[in-house]
């Protein structure tokens, strides 16, 4: 009896997904729960698994192809095998199993084996998540990225870990160049940024902070965090997440939304927390944030990522938020001006800690600075609440015992 193999229902807020990768063929013999086809959504990669041991009997979205929530994908025939399907091919399985110098075998999907024959790499020597320690396509980008840091003639991988791009070399030499498709979250992500920038009547306003207090406290107390709390470390992050509620609490209009011709003002604080992933940057979210300890904060954000390396990010983990922070400091960036996430009225950019001389009571001092940029809606927030705003956070972070104290 043939089973339907339907796309994932879809929240309101993805109309459409992509059919990225088959890892199957027709006729192929299929495991329970093992791999089919990935999906790419504008925010994240959705993985359909078989729904039992059979075959998989005919494909009816090739990759490619756009679908709908529950839109039909395949049929599937359980408790079939490879030799009784009707239209059975010799094509390798998805679980792959090869053999590398020291003859020991690795199970990896087809598209890691490319990879891996590709960059003549070891299987042994890349770490496997896959079922049953089946290497993946991501597992095998995540080796050529780590290789690449080090400083290993590696040739670079795409950084997008869903869809793997076919080039199109159009000359060769110096001067070569190649043509691949933009992914549908860097699609989105433009289109998201030109929405912003069209719609909304942005503006930056920046400040500094002084990050010693912050720094004496966290060196001071990161041992016994670490140890109190299993492992989970204390970072500059779960200072700006409690700091930026403290600073939306007194100012609630930078923690609302517009809806058309509607002001929404949330009682509540969802923090989005920009992290970079192998497919671009994605914005997880803390939910009800103002209930969290810094030990939580820390925890969710090494949790999501964690994901978001990982590709493993839900939709509903990234939807949302009421305000956004986002930290190009990782990355060495001194200043920048951060581009608003819609809805939402504001976004707080972080920058790199930097040491500068700085005048105190009338001496120069070696201080390790900061500087902060909000970026606001000037239709829903005024210049002098969005200063007041970002005076608040600069003020809090400076005498961090005030964001324990919440005054």
Same mark, same amino acid.
């Given at each position: 009896?043939?089973?339907?193999?339907?796309?994932?229902?879809?929240?309101?807020?993805?109309?459409?997904?992509?059919?990225?990768?088959?890892?199957?063929?027709?006729?192929?013999?299929?495991?329970?729960?093992?791999?089919?086809?990935?999906?790419?959504?504008?925010?994240?990669?959705?993985?359909?698994?078989?729904?039992?041991?059979?075959?998989?009997?005919?494909?009816?979205?090739?990759?490619?192809?756009?679908?709908?929530?529950?839109?039909?994908?395949?049929?599937?025939?359980?408790?079939?095998?490879?030799?009784?399907?009707?239209?059975?091919?010799?094509?390798?399985?998805?679980?792959?199993?090869?053999?590398?110098?020291?003859?020991?075998?690795?199970?990896?999907? #087809?598209?890691?084996?490319?990879?891996?024959? %590709?960059? @003549?790499?070891?299987?042994? $020597?890349?770490?496997?998540?896959?079922? $049953?320690?089946?290497?993946?396509?991501?597992?095998?980008?995540?080796?050529? %990225?780590?290789?690449?840091?080090?400083?290993? %003639?590696?040739?670079?991988?795409? @950084?997008?870990?869903?869809?793997?791009?076919?080039? @199109? #070399?159009?000359?060769?030499?110096?001067?070569?160049?190649?043509?691949?498709?933009?992914?549908?979250?860097?699609?989105?992500?433009?289109?998201?940024?030109?929405?912003?920038?069209?719609?909304?009547?942005?503006?930056?306003?920046?400040?500094?902070?002084? !990050?010693?207090?912050?720094?004496?406290?966290?060196?001071?107390?990161?041992?016994?965090?670490?140890?109190?709390? $299993?492992?989970?470390?204390? &970072?500059?992050?779960?200072?700006?997440?409690?700091?930026?509620?403290?600073?939306?609490?007194?100012?609630?209009?930078?923690?609302?939304?517009?809806?058309?011709?509607?002001?929404?003002?949330?009682?509540?604080?969802?923090?989005?927390?920009?992290?970079?992933?192998?497919?671009?940057?994605?914005?997880?979210?803390?939910?009800?944030?103002?209930?969290?300890?810094?030990?939580?904060?820390?925890?969710?954000?090494? $949790?999501?990522?964690?994901?978001?390396?990982?590709?493993?990010?839900? /939709?509903?983990?990234?939807?949302? &938020?009421?305000?956004?922070?986002?930290?190009?400091?990782?990355?060495?960036?001194?200043?920048?001006?951060?581009?608003?996430? #819609?809805?939402?009225?504001?976004?707080?950019?972080?920058?790199?800690?930097?040491?500068?001389? !700085?005048?105190?009571?009338? %001496?120069?001092?070696?201080?390790?600075? !900061?500087? +902060?940029? +909000?970026?606001?809606?000037?239709?829903? /927030?005024?210049?002098?609440?969005?200063?007041?705003?970002?005076?608040?956070?600069?003020?809090?972070?400076?005498? #961090?015992?005030?964001?324990?104290?919440?005054?």
């Amino acid at each position: 009896m043939a089973i339907e193999i339907k796309a994932p229902t879809l929240p309101e807020s993805v109309p459409d997904g992509t059919i990225a990768t088959w890892y199957k063929k027709e006729g192929e013999a299929v495991a329970r729960d093992e791999l089919l086809v990935d999906i790419e959504t504008d925010k994240v990669l959705l993985e359909v698994v078989a729904p039992d041991n059979g075959v998989l009997q005919s494909i009816n979205k090739a990759e490619g192809d756009t679908i709908v929530s529950n839109e039909l994908l395949a049929l599937f025939e359980a408790g079939a095998t490879a030799s009784a399907a009707p239209e059975a091919k010799s094509e390798p399985a998805v679980s792959q199993v090869v053999e590398d110098n020291s003859n020991v075998e690795v199970l990896m999907s #087809p598209a890691a084996k490319k990879l891996v024959e %590709e960059h @003549s790499l070891s299987p042994n $020597d890349i770490a496997s998540t896959g079922k $049953d320690g089946r290497i993946t396509k991501e597992d095998v980008l995540k080796h050529l %990225e780590g290789a690449s840091v080090k400083g290993n %003639e590696v040739p670079a991988a795409s @950084s997008d870990a869903s869809v793997e791009p076919v080039a @199109s #070399p159009i000359a060769n030499g110096p001067r070569a160049e190649e043509r691949v498709p933009m992914t549908r979250l860097r699609a989105k992500v433009a289109e998201r940024l030109l929405e912003a920038t069209n719609t909304t009547a942005m503006l930056t306003t920046f400040n500094e902070v002084n !990050m010693q207090p912050v720094m004496e406290l966290r060196n001071k107390y990161k041992d016994m965090f670490e140890k109190k709390h $299993d492992g989970v470390r204390l &970072g500059f992050m779960s200072f700006f997440v409690r700091a930026s509620i403290e600073a939306l609490k007194q100012f609630p209009a930078v923690n609302a939304s517009i809806d058309g011709s509607d002001i929404i003002y949330h009682g509540y604080q969802d923090i989005g927390v920009a992290v970079s992933s192998p497919r671009g940057l994605v914005v997880p979210v803390l939910r009800d944030a103002d209930a969290m300890s810094l030990a939580a904060i820390e925890k969710n954000i090494r $949790d999501y990522g964690l994901k978001a390396r990982d590709g493993k990010l839900s /939709i509903e983990e990234m939807t949302g &938020g009421t305000f956004t922070i986002s930290n190009g400091g990782v990355f060495g960036s001194l200043l920048s001006t951060p581009i608003l996430n #819609p809805p939402q009225t504001a976004i707080l950019g972080m920058h790199k800690i930097q040491e500068r001389p !700085m005048a105190v009571d009338g %001496e120069v001092k070696i201080l390790p600075m !900061m500087y +902060l940029a +909000l970026s606001y809606d000037h239709r829903m /927030i005024d210049g002098k609440e969005a200063v007041q705003f970002l005076v608040t956070i600069k003020e809090l972070l400076e005498d #961090p015992a005030r964001i324990l104290l919440e005054v």
